[in-house]
Nanobody, 117 residues
Framework: QVQLVESGGGSVQAGGSLRVSCVAN???????MAWFRQAPGKEREGVAS???????SYEDSVKGRFTISRDAVKKVLYLQMNSLKPEDTAIYYC????????????WGQGTQVTVSS
């Protein structure tokens, strides 16, 4: 069973940076991984995803500001967030799925990111 644990959330002023991390309990070869977020009163949305051998994809509002990356040896997924805006405030979730399936199978518990103006 894959377990994902996020960390690194916090509070920052607009224009600042944060990096959130997601540690898996198993090696994630053959898995796609992603970051989602859910703001109060809104539906959860995909932020960025990464699969082996493919270019990472990003939601339009974060392109050029966020970078997703993974360290396969350390079993860690990162999301570097720069030029943060108040509208980036949300709980950020890490997710994983086998590359052969389309639904995200495993989820972390989330980490809060708050951006103040």
């Amino acid at each position: 069973q894959v377990q994902l644990v996020e960390s690194g959330g916090g509070s920052v002023q607009a224009g600042g940076s944060l990096r959130v991390s997601c540690v898996a309990n198993v090696y994630m070869n053959g898995y796609c991984m992603a970051w989602f977020r859910q703001a109060p009163g809104k539906e959860r949305e995909g932020v960025a995803s990464i699969c082996s051998g493919r270019i990472p994809s990003y939601e339009d509002s974060v392109k050029g500001r966020f970078t997703i990356s993974r360290d396969a040896v350390k079993k860690v997924l990162y999301l570097q967030m720069n030029s943060l805006k108040p509208e980036d405030t949300a709980i950020y979730y890490c997710a994983a799925r086998r590359e052969i399936v389309s639904l995200w199978e495993y989820w972390g518990q989330g980490t809060q990111v708050t951006v103040s103006s």
